[in-house]
């Protein structure tokens, strides 16, 4: 991964040489740096960048982060460290820091520790750069996304000859998360849904011990993790031998046909909002019952559901190189959902899908 790149791009963000910026959040450390530890923040100015951890990751921080990003060993407690070199290091009136992250008591502790120490030196809320720039993702990430995606087609296609009537939607759901797992996953990159028959009407069901019964329809929606990048795809099956009925394939063409709809409209130079817009207004437009209340997609990197969120409200345009998700659905309670959800990477050719289990009720491999 290209960390110093990154960090560069964070520079001309932040702007003049006297700028600085302390990175709380562990996934925005990790971007910036590649380390993946649970204690460290990274102070960041125009000239320099600094790992601030404990002695746990010495050497750990040592071998992720980059050279140019120096590694320092602290053993205060958490607020008297980061003021202890934010006094030492910091030679401007203010200093940001990630307001959406630190929370409030963490920023008083460490202004409380600076005026302690007689100095002038402010904390200054700051929001929103990195996450602008992990809207965009590097050939690096992309590469680690493929991945993903493909290790998820493969569970999947491994997994299918045992969704059957019977099973547990708990039993099975660990089962598709083992096979990720054998096929090189470092985890399930969010809480697996295995949602069968009226549970499919809950769009975000947790795996149950409810036992699959046949005709009932199986919404299932996970995905892999690869150096710390999850894909996201799901799929809605029918369970048994018999043909899908009427009712459930024109349920499913209906959001199938949205879906698609959906990833065409993902175009470099369209608003964001125009996804989620013509995505949900395809699908009422057939007439189905329990059309979508949840946004269309979102972005997907380090954090499974990263900006941009595909809603009404979301702003900026498609750019090349997101990652985003489309995911209509419908939902019936007390009966079921279907849902229908791929992974896109955004270029000036058109979005490219990198999720590509064979869509269907009855999906043919």
């Given at each position: 991964m290209n960390h110093v790149g990154r960090l560069e791009n964070l520079r001309s963000i932040l702007g003049v040489d006297g700028s600085y910026l302390l990175v709380s959040n562990p996934l925005n450390v990790r971007w910036l740096t590649g380390f993946t530890g649970s204690n460290g923040q990274v102070l960041v100015s125009?000239?320099?960048?600094?790992?601030i951890t404990d002695s746990r990751y010495r050497?750990?921080?040592?071998?992720?982060?980059?050279?140019?990003?120096?590694?320092?060993?602290?053993?205060?407690?958490?607020?008297?460290?980061?003021?202890?070199?934010?006094?030492?290091?910091?030679?401007?009136?203010?200093?940001?820091?990630?307001?959406?992250?630190?929370?409030?008591?963490?920023a008083d502790e460490m202004q409380t520790a600076l005026v302690d120490a007689g100095s002038k030196l402010a904390l200054a809320p700051s929001a929103g750069q990195i996450a602008e720039l992990r809207r965009i993702k590097d050939t690096d990430e992309v590469a680690a996304l493929r991945r993903a995606g493909q290790i998820a087609d493969d569970a999947l296609?491994?997994?299918?000859?045992?969704?059957?009537?019977g099973e547990t939607e708990l039993k099975l759901a660990r089962l598709l998360e083992w096979e990720m797992a054998e096929r090189g996953s470092e985890r399930a990159s969010f809480s697996t849904i295995m949602a069968s028959g009226p549970n499919g009407a809950k769009p975000h069901a947790r795996p149950s011990a409810r036992t699959i019964e046949d005709g009932d329809l199986v919404v299932i929606d996970f995905g892999a993790t690869v150096e710390g990048y999850g894909s996201d795809m799901t799929r809605t099956i029918v369970v048994g031998s018999a043909k899908p009925t009427a009712h459930q394939q024109r349920w499913y063409e209906n959001v199938l046909q949205a879906q698609q709809h959906g990833v065409e409209v993902a175009q470099v130079g369209r608003e964001l909002r125009s996804i989620h817009h013509e995505t949900r207004s395809h699908l009422e437009a057939s007439g189905?019952?329990?059309?979508?209340?949840?946004?269309t997609g979102h972005g997907v990197g380090l954090f499974i559901h990263e900006n941009p969120i595909l809603s009404a409200r979301v702003e900026g345009v498609v750019v090349p190189s997101m990652a985003l998700t489309v995911e209509p659905g419908a939902y019936v309670p007390g009966i079921g959902g279907?849902?229908?959800?791929?992974?896109?990477?955004?270029?000036?050719?058109?979005?490219?899908?990198?999720t590509n289990f064979p869509k269907g009720l009855c999906p043919a491999l």
């Open positions: 125009g000239g320099a960048a600094a790992l050497e750990q921080g040592s071998n992720e982060v980059p050279a140019e990003v120096e590694v320092v060993i602290a053993s205060s407690a958490p607020g008297e460290r980061v003021s202890d070199l934010l006094l030492e290091r910091v030679d401007a009136p203010t200093i940001g820091f990630e307001s959406d992250h630190l929370t409030v008591s963490a296609a491994a997994l299918l000859p045992n969704i059957v009537a189905q019952e329990g059309v979508y209340e949840h946004g279907v849902r229908v959800e791929d992974l896109v990477i955004t270029s000036e050719a058109g979005p490219e899908t990198i």
